[in-house]
């Protein structure tokens, strides 16, 4: 059946956005109007003719509206094939009018849960009517339209009025998909909190669900499809963040902002975290975050061209004439000032994002990840060292100025692609090695980036020198430590662990390096 006319619709959302505007559609197509509690009296309201479903039905709602639509005449209404005879017969048999047309919004389970209410008031806001309401008339959406959100009354109302009160087949099994996914991501989202619940961090079945937010021109390359998907719980971010201008996101925007985003709050003092293909390639704290980005900029302005910019603090005017200046692709920021707005603006292309806070870096979450037939799920590492963590196994200790500058490069190194080598010296990097194959590769990296660095900014020598080095796992050999001595570092933090510590602690002795182990490693992949 391609056409299909609405003659009765039941309509019962919590979210009145546009409600009384599909009313007037109704009212116009002579559609007569089921309807329950609130909804019904709002559209009474407006004026217009609603019968109540315990009316239509029969039957009072009882059990603290528990029970109110899981009726015959309601499911037979919506399941009913109009082209089967017998079961025109059993409608006609049993006194059932046909439902042509299903509006309906699911109790707000997941903003119940997300406020934090207790678990009597959460099993309260799961819905049962609604959901078995929306599967029998998506079910049968040959004959049967079936909404779930207010942005799709738009197009319902363009094709009623179009066809006569009638709607194509072409829309209901659109409208039917939808209407699947949406109780999908509702079981979904009460499967996860039951789970939570019940104290099982790892269900027998994961139930994932998404909102899609955009279709993306492309995925990593051209020749790739993408799509970005917000879900799970809420989290400063890029699923969160406002976009105050620029051109639209592409996949590599959204995968770099949001590990820039969150290696930046990794520190409460103002920071701010230039990435380039997924990596920092400078981090640095400052007394305002002008100071902050120059000095991360500072670290690798080569890497950093057409790169994110990440601060942990609001965007101000001083800081937005200095990221000005470079060709950046991002800058996201808890919020932005208008001045500084006004300055971005000049680059039309340049996006700027405002997140309205900035993430808890010790927050858990999930960590989800693709394999051919299946997913990978981890915990976040939302591992944090402190200085009470930290073991001295060489024959000096850190100083205090050192210790300072361990923890700020053993944090950004959790950011940084495995295997990671960070170097660092009064808060800011000077050197970053990342992603290779070797520990020992990934040190001289680092130290060959210190040393063009300063070369670069006409400094005499290498800015590694008197420099502390980070390692996000052990050192397997002495090689990448030796490496690092040599680049000119004073101290060590790694995490330990190598059948080999013992040499790599004697090479540490044997050039008057202080070294400290974490016990913690950040492999990063």
């Not at 546009?18 to 009212?27: D, F, S, V, Y």
């Not at 949406?182 to 009460?190: L, Q, V």
């Not at 290498?462 to 001595?485: E, Y």
Request: hydrophobic content about 50%; charged content about 20%; aromatic content about 6%.
């Amino acid at each position: 059946m391609d056409k299909a006319r609405i003659t009765r619709a039941l309509v019962s959302v919590s979210d009145k956005t546009g409600l009384l505007e599909l009313a007037a559609c109704l009212a116009r197509h002579g559609v007569e109007i089921l309807s329950t509690g609130g909804t019904a009296r709002a559209l009474r309201e407006a004026g217009h003719r609603v019968v109540e479903v315990g009316e239509h039905t029969g039957f009072p709602e009882i059990m603290d509206g528990r029970v109110k639509t899981l009726h015959p005449r309601i499911h037979g209404g919506l399941l009913a094939r109009r082209d089967d005879a017998a079961h025109v017969a059993a409608m006609q048999a049993h006194g059932i009018a046909p439902i042509d047309l299903l509006v309906v919004n699911l109790y707000p389970f997941e903003a119940t849960i997300a406020r934090g209410a207790d678990f009597a008031t959460a099993i309260e806001n799961i819905d049962i009517g609604g959901p078995a309401m929306i599967r029998a008339a998506a079910k049968n959406h040959d004959s049967v339209a079936v909404v779930v959100e207010a942005a799709d009354y738009a197009a319902l109302v363009a094709e009623m009025d179009a066809h006569g009160g009638a709607t194509t087949a072409a829309l209901r099994r659109r409208l039917a998909a939808a209407a699947y996914a949406r109780t999908g991501a509702y079981d979904a989202a009460i499967s996860r909190w039951f789970a939570a619940q019940n104290g099982d961090a790892w269900p027998a079945r994961l139930v994932l669900a998404g909102e899609r937010r955009e279709v993306l021109r492309y995925g990593e390359n051209p020749h790739q499809a993408a799509a970005f998907y917000a879900g799970g719980p809420a989290r400063p971010g890029v699923a969160t963040a406002r976009q105050l201008q620029g051109k639209e996101l592409s996949y590599n925007n959204y995968n770099d902002t949001d590990a820039a985003f969150e290696a930046v709050a990794e520190f409460a003092d103002p920071a701010c975290v230039v990435v380039k293909h997924a990596n920092p390639c400078g981090v640095a704290r400052g007394a305002t975050p002008r100071e902050a980005y120059l000095r991360a900029l500072d670290c690798d302005p080569v890497s950093a061209f057409g790169g994110i910019v990440a601060l942990n603090r609001p965007l101000d005017a001083e800081t937005a004439g200095e990221i000005a200046k470079l060709f950046v692709e991002v800058i996201v920021a808890p919020e932005a000032t208008a001045e500084a707005q006004a300055i971005i603006a000049a680059k039309k292309n340049l996006r700027l994002l405002v997140t309205g806070g900035v993430p808890d870096p010790a927050a858990g979450g999930l960590s989800v990840r693709t394999l051919a037939g299946g997913y990978l799920v981890q915990d976040r590492d939302a591992g944090r060292v402190a200085r009470a963590d930290l073991r001295v196994v060489t024959k000096r200790a850190p100083d205090a100025r050192e210790l300072d500058d361990l923890l700020f490069a053993f944090a950004v190194a959790k950011h940084v692609k495995s295997n990671a080598i960070v170097y660092a010296r009064d808060g800011a990097t000077v050197g970053i090695g990342a992603g290779q194959m070797s520990r020992i590769d990934s040190s001289r990296i680092a130290a060959w980036k210190a040393a063009e660095g300063a070369k670069a900014a006409g400094e005499a020598r290498s800015r590694a020198i008197g420099s502390v080095v980070a390692s996000d796992a052990f050192f397997p050999f002495a090689d990448g430590l030796v490496a690092a001595a040599e680049a000119g570092v004073t101290a060590v933090i790694q995490p330990g662990g190598s059948i080999r510590d013992a040499e790599v602690v004697a090479a540490a002795d044997a050039r008057g390096l202080a070294m400290v182990f974490t016990g913690m490693r950040h492999f990063r992949h």
